[in-house]
């Protein structure tokens, strides 16, 4: 699966530019981001996409430092049942560990990794597929929000021992030094956040068991299905998800599983089917199932499969099965 991002960290660029006057709205659309899918807990992003916003939007506001200020507009929500679970951990130790089995969730191409040693814990970061002017962009939000995540778990009462970034060193960095308040290296093979031993074992302000348990298994849910490698059968819940919208497009179902149109028929042909074959299967499977709950109205379900109105829905049925869907229903109940 082609690099994607919860569609909520898109929340603090979309807040960024709003905070400058900008419509945020058009400027998603304008990237192919629905902006809609914000709001939604489990809807994704390309990250490609969200990359090219934000790259337009340093542009536009002529920022060098925007990474850093849309950090400022991120709160713990915005990463979702990750950004809960860290906060409930019992120390920052846990925290990095959640991390660490949790991080596809956020990005699926996003790797961290903990090195301890005698004195310090190192946090390192490392991103796949990142567009090349995105780096700077993308490392200073992350960074800024990871270490103010920490900050809040103990009680602000937090400083790293040393960051690293990956890019070169600009030639301003009082911003850096202001923020993370340790020494900054530059040009390092990977972007890094390290902390004293003792500070990683301190108990966070924020911890809460329970709540820390009840969404790891929201985050296990969340990584079984995005680890779901059967591209029919993502296509399928797409085709799904959107059919009471009406009959959805190859191109549309293509953005939900993050591939181009031309990639997602290509895959398909592999398979040896193609996507309106799948429509097919989908909406005969659904109406089937739905006939079979008597309390549902024809109508309802022309519907939820994306027809027009009942009438189209009836001649569609019967070209699937040879009857109309009463019909259908009544002989289920003989």
């Keep these: 699966m082609e690099n994607s991002i919860l569609a909520s960290a898109g929340r603090p660029l979309w807040r960024y530019l709003e905070a400058n006057k900008i419509d945020a709205d058009s400027m998603f659309k304008r990237f192919g981001l629905d902006p809609s899918r914000i709001q939604e807990p489990r809807s994704r992003y390309p990250y490609q996409l969200l990359c090219d916003a934000w790259v337009e939007a340093a542009a536009i506001t002529q920022n060098e430092h925007i990474g850093f200020d849309s950090a400022k507009h991120y709160t713990p929500l915005d990463l ?43 946090l390192i970061s490392e991103l796949a597929e990142i567009p090349i002017d995105a780096i700077r962009i993308v490392e200073d939000c992350r960074t800024s929000v990871l270490v103010n995540l920490c900050r809040l778990g103990l009680d602000m009462a937090l400083d790293p021992v040393e960051v690293a970034f990956t890019y070169p060193e600009p030639k301003a960095t009082g911003e850096h030094f202001a923020i993370f308040r340790c020494p900054v290296k530059f040009s390092q093979p990977a972007s890094r956040v390290s902390f004293n031993l003792a ?15 009840s969404s790891d298994q929201i985050l296990e849910f969340m990584i079984k299905d995005l680890n779901q490698s059967d591209l029919i059968s993502q296509v399928k819940r797409a085709i799904i998800d959107d059919l009471p919208s009406g009959a959805p497009s190859a191109t549309d179902i293509a953005k939900c599983v993050f591939v181009s149109n031309r990639t997602l028929q290509r895959r398909l042909s592999d398979e040896n089917t193609n996507f309106q074959t799948l429509l097919l299967e989908v909406r005969r499977e659904l109406a089937k199932k739905y006939l ?24 569609a049925f019967k070209q699937w099965t040879g009857d109309p869907p009463a019909a259908f229903r009544t002989n289920l109940l003989a």
């Excluded at 990683?200 to 820390?212: D, I, K």
């Excluded at 079979?292 to 001649?315: N, Q, T, V």
């Design 199 to 213: 500070d990683t074992r301190r108990p966070f302000t924020s911890a809460n068991r329970e709540l820390a348990l």
């Design 80 to 122: 979702n049942a990750l950004g809960v679970t860290f906060l409930s951990s019992t120390t920052l130790t846990e925290a990095f560990q959640r991390l660490v089995r949790y991080e596809s969730v956020l990005n699926s191409h996003l790797t961290f990794s903990i090195i301890e040693s005698t004195d310090r814990v190192d």
């Design 292 to 315: 079979e709950d008597r309390s549902m109205p024809l109508a309802e379900i022309s519907y939820m499969l994306g027809f027009a109105d009942a009438s189209s829905f009836s001649r």
